[in-house]
């Protein structure tokens, strides 16, 4: 930073000396600003204030060395080139001053325009125009709002309100019906209010007025709205912001003069067209401000032909050249066109994917590129049921969209409540102002959960993600009263039991039940909707995308499924194999009788005997999973939780005891179960008896599940299918532990399988941090490792899930201890690194090991990139992920320069 503040580093770009790929230090708007200028398109000529300057500015509190001389040179130059001194009393130059940071960021400081003018100007300006005094007043009544609103905090309010007394006294609402001595009446009150808030008068001095306008942009970085929306979406605190000075040209001119913005197709849908608005006279701000209608923007043909020709011409040059939408600002200043701001625009996902592909149609970019432009959290929005909306539903809010999805629902206050209706059957949104940890049951009961305050990273906000929950967080236009069981919003009231409908993607807040419509891309993953025969841009363009994803990547994607319906969903959603079926399921329902038998037997006989019974049952759980992946590989992991997970709880089972025993009934059976379920009764669940730890002391339960899979791979073959199994220990951290399962496996694995040409494979589950730091060793007994990240996680960093996340992971996420929550993306330097270490050493004991990951990271886009660059062979996630996966697998290997990365 000390380097940068030698009078030789230079702080002042002129347009004609930057180009688009400066962001970083001219800021989004001047870099594009450089950019057009470059390509010769009208743009008024003008400077930009580095980001660096700006940083030095916040550093030590005052212009860095060198910066008011710069700008002093550059203002000279620009004086020249337009043959005008800036504010000069008979023909005035005047600038606007911009922000403008790499990222576009609302909060900072608004623009401030006319700068330059004065008493003394505002004659000359007129003077030049024509004689237009109205013209020259209005200009100097708006740098006087702008400048005191956004230099020195004025309190906008009070500007609007001379405004509309000045329109009052006319007796009109619109502006253009006050004329030239109205205006200049209204300059008079503003410079009064000036002086009211800031104790001096309205400088006067143009180049005061610009230094303090500088200033203030620099300062606005730290804006209370900047800093919480920067941490909100994760930018950099010390970025700083760029300021562009730019040359005015003036909209306000007259009917042959206007503003407007366009977009060079539908942001929302991606359709090809022309989408803007245009509003005559006007300057700036109007066309957003909606102080007057605007027009659309194809009837500027018919107002202005050459500059709606021209504008069109440029839409289509900035589009070959930026290769992608692009959103502009232009004005027209009589009858001439000049462009005041361009960028790659922002849309929906769905506009996203379409726009992808037709820019591969156009030749503008090839299907590489296509991929990188879409993401598969787009993908993931895609893949949610949508709102249906149509003009008779209006939002009464908008929060953030902190959790995606629609929900409609029966709104209450109370985490107790929605608990009572959710078990009516009754779906509930659950309102609060924000959530804490005793709200959980209430959130897991609810369809849906609001809150007035809170942004991305509150409670209600981390943990709904969580649960795959819809959520809308911080929508302050709400007023909740939660005492009175009812919220507020624009003059309506809503109580408990009315209907509301939320869209954790939009964030937006609908009174009353919207309808709900199922997603289209989904549909075409389920291969109820074809490509080829609809005519449906968005399915046709993912499933290009898809097609060329699938063909890129070198990460095969599975599925993690426990049943033969979820095995064949994700089988048409691209799964190539089942990374994870859990067993427990298997032990639940009607067959919860036969685990009490076998936890409470007392002889080898009576255990014998339960396993026995459960061994066909498992054998067809697994022949039907088989069938439905035939040719495809499938883990199976051995049973994993503690079995007291499967008898009934505590309390329960002390009522019951307490109850028969008082109406005098046979209670040995339930007695020894209370028995078993207090002995069995552990602290820490987590990293008690179970997983590997169970097989090896509860005699015969993993033979008998081995023995379940090798024989119904084995009937699947003999009916000519093709099982491959592949049998996962789950929690295994010594080498031995595995050793063990495996001699006992495999020779029950050698008695089924015999000549059948069955081949099973047996591997384990890195999951428990020792198993990560000696996989070296583990290898040497394994075929496969599957990575489970949620357990290494918990493991890795000594928390449960179940219980952080809810309690203090907001506050970890506020401090900016990690970005995001460990649990939603891995975290690559600590338990990345032990999954880096486990693949690299288990693969150097073996070469050819097989590795995967199963845990819910699997379907993470930011997780699949890194276990790309790790080398795993596959990821396995939850059906709907797949696609996803699919799709980021694929980004990856472009992302990475197209290279297997292994
Ligand atoms: P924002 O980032 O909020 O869009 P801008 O810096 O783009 O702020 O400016 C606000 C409005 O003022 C825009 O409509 C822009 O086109 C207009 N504007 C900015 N500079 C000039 C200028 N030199 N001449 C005319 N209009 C301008
Ligand atoms: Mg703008
Ligand atoms: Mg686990």
């Known amino acids: 930073m000390a380097a940068q503040e030698t009078v030789d580093h230079k702080y002042v770009y002129d347009f004609s000396e930057g180009n688009k790929e400066l962001k970083d230090l001219l800021g989004g708007k001047g870099a594009n600003l450089a950019e057009m200028t470059n390509l010769g398109l009208p743009v008024p000529p003008g400077f930009t204030i580095t980001t660096e300057a700006c940083q030095a500015y916040l550093a030590t509190g005052r212009e860095p060395d060198g910066l008011a001389g710069q700008i002093e040179a550059h203002l000279e130059a620009l004086e020249r080139e337009m043959g005008k001194r800036l504010g000069d009393?008979?023909?005035?130059?005047?600038?606007?001053?911009?922000?403008?940071?790499?990222?576009?960021?609302?909060?900072?400081?608004?623009?401030?325009?006319?700068?330059?003018?004065?008493?003394?100007?505002?004659?000359?300006?007129?003077?030049?125009?024509?004689?237009?005094?109205?013209?020259?007043?209005?200009?100097?009544?708006?740098?006087?709002?702008?400048?005191?609103?956004?230099?020195?905090?004025?309190?906008?309010?009070?500007?609007?309100?001379?405004?509309?007394e000045a329109k009052h006294a006319k007796a009109t609402h619109n502006d253009l019906d006050l004329d030239a001595d109205d205006l200049r009446g209204l300059v008079d009150a503003y410079k009064k209010i000036f002086l009211k808030h800031t104790g001096r008068e309205f400088p006067q001095q143009p180049r005061e007025q610009l230094d303090l306008a500088i200033r203030a942009v620099f300062e606005s970085w730290n804006a209370e709205r900047a800093v919480l929306y920067r941490r909100q979406e994760r930018i950099p605190a010390d970025l700083g912001t760029a300021v562009n000075v730019v040359t005015m040209v003036f909209g306000n001119l007259g009917p042959d003069s206007g503003t407007g913005v366009a977009f060079t197709r539908d942001p929302a849908s991606g359709a090809q067209g022309i989408y803007g608005d245009y509003l005559a006279n006007a300057q700036g701000e109007d066309v957003v401000a909606g102080i007057r209608n605007t027009v659309p923007l194809q009837e500027l043909e018919q107002l202005d032909k050459s500059s709606y020709d021209e504008l069109l011409g440029i839409m289509a040059r900035l589009e070959e050249h930026y290769k992608d939408l692009c959103d502009i600002e232009f004005t027209i200043e009589r009858g001439k066109l000049w462009m005041l701001q361009t960028r790659v625009g922002k849309r929906t996902a769905a506009a996203a994917?379409?726009?992808?592909?037709?820019?591969?149609?156009?030749?503008?970019?090839?299907?590489?590129?296509?991929?990188?432009?879409?993401?598969?959290?787009?993908?993931?929005?895609?893949?949610?049921?949508?709102?249906?909306?149509?003009?008779?539903?209006?939002?009464?809010?908008?929060?953030?969209?902190?959790?995606?999805?629609?929900?409609?629902?029966?709104?209450?206050f109370t985490s107790a409540r929605a608990v009572e209706l959710a078990a009516e059957g009754e779906s509930v949104i659950l309102v609060r102002r924000e959530t804490n940890p005793d709200d959980l049951n209430g959130m897991i009961a609810a369809k849906g959960i609001l809150t007035s305050r809170g942004g991305k990273t509150s409670h209600a906000a981390v943990v709904a993600r969580g649960m795959g929950k819809t959520c809308v967080s911080g929508a302050d236009e709400i007023e909740v009263n939660v005492p009175a069981k009812r919220f507020t919003v624009a003059g309506q009231t809503v109580t408990e039991g009315d209907v509301v409908s939320i869209d954790g993607t939009t964030g937006k807040v609908y009174l009353g039940e919207v309808p709900v419509m199922p997603s289209e891309v989904v549909q075409y993953f389920e291969g109820s909707l074809d490509p080829e025969h609809i005519d449906n841009a968005l399915v046709r363009a993912v499933h290009r995308i898809m097609t060329h994803a699938d063909g890129k990547r070198r990460l095969a994607v599975r599925t993690n499924a426990d049943t033969g319906a979820d095995a064949a969903r994700a089988r048409r959603f691209g799964a190539e194999g089942i990374g994870l079926c859990r067993t427990e399921h298997m032990f639940l329902g009607d067959r919860r009788e036969l685990v009490e038998r076998l936890i409470l037997a007392r002889a080898p006989g009576e255990r014998e005997a339960a396993l026995a019974a459960l061994l066909p049952l498992q054998r067809a759980d697994f022949e039907e999973i088989f069938r439905e992946m035939d040719g495809l590989p499938v883990t199976v992991r051995l049973i994993d939780p503690p079995l007291h997970e499967f008898l009934p709880p505590l309390e329960q089972l002390a009522v019951n005891v307490a109850v028969a025993q008082e109406r005098g009934e046979d209670v040995a059976k339930e007695e020894?179960?209370?028995?078993?379920?207090?002995?069995?009764?552990?602290?820490?669940?987590?990293?008690?008896?179970?997983?590997?730890?169970?097989?090896?002391?509860?005699?015969?339960?993993?033979?008998?599940?081995?023995?379940?899979?090798?024989?119904?791979?084995?009937?699947?073959?003999?009916?000519?299918?093709?099982?491959?199994?592949?049998?996962?220990?789950?929690?295994?951290?010594?080498?031995?532990?595995?050793?063990?399962?495996?001699?006992?496996?495999?020779?029950?694995?050698?008695?089924?399988?015999?000549?059948?040409?069955?081949?099973?494979?047996?591997?384990?589950?890195?999951?428990?941090?020792?198993?990560?730091?000696?996989?070296?060793?583990?290898?040497?007994?394994?075929?496969?490792?599957?990575?489970?990240?949620?357990?290494?996680?918990?493991?890795?960093?000594?928390?449960?899930?179940?219980?952080?996340?809810?309690?203090?992971f907001w506050r970890y996420l506020e401090l900016g201890i990690f970005g995001i929550s460990p649990f939603e993306s891995i975290d690559r330097d600590g338990v990345g690194r032990l999954v880096r270490i486990a693949a690299e050493e288990g693969r150097a004991a073996r070469p050819g090991l097989k590795l995967g990951v199963c845990g819910e990271h699997g379907g993470d886009p930011d997780s699949v990139h890194f276990f790309h660059e790790v080398g795993l062979d596959y990821v396995s996630c939850s059906p709907f992920r797949v696609p996803v996966a699919r799709l980021e697998a694929g980004r990856a290997v472009v992302e990475s320069g197209g290279s297997d990365s292994r």
């Open 353 to 412: 994917f379409v726009i992808a592909g037709q820019l591969v149609d156009e030749g503008l970019i090839d299907l590489d590129e296509a991929l990188l432009r879409v993401n598969g959290a787009q993908l993931a929005q895609l893949m949610f049921p949508r709102f249906q909306l149509d003009h008779e539903f209006q939002p009464v809010a908008k929060g953030i969209g902190a959790s995606p999805g629609a929900a409609s629902g029966t709104v209450v």
């Open 672 to 808: 020894a179960l209370l028995a078993a379920v207090r002995r069995m009764h552990e602290e820490n669940p987590m990293l008690g008896l179970r997983g590997v730890r169970l097989g090896l002391v509860i005699p015969g339960l993993f033979a008998m599940q081995v023995r379940a899979i090798a024989e119904a791979a084995v009937s699947c073959a003999r009916n000519g299918g093709v099982a491959k199994p592949e049998i996962m220990v789950p929690l295994v951290g010594a080498v031995q532990e595995l050793e063990t399962v495996r001699a006992e496996a495999e020779k029950i694995i050698a008695e089924v399988v015999g000549d059948s040409g069955v081949e099973v494979l047996i591997g384990t589950m890195i999951e428990v941090p020792r198993a990560a730091l000696t996989a070296g060793q583990i290898a040497e007994a394994a075929e496969f490792f599957s990575f489970g990240t949620n357990d290494l996680t918990q493991m890795g960093w000594g928390f449960s899930r179940d219980d952080v996340e809810g309690a203090f």
């Open 89 to 164: 009393s008979q023909d005035p130059l005047l600038v606007s001053v911009r922000s403008g940071a790499k990222f576009s960021m609302p909060g900072m400081m608004e623009t401030v325009l006319n700068v330059g003018l004065n008493d003394e100007s505002v004659v000359g300006l007129s003077a030049q125009a024509g004689q237009n005094d109205r013209f020259a007043w209005d200009s100097y009544r708006r740098l006087i709002q702008m400048f005191g609103k956004t230099v020195c905090e004025v309190p906008g309010e009070e500007f609007e309100h001379a405004l509309d």
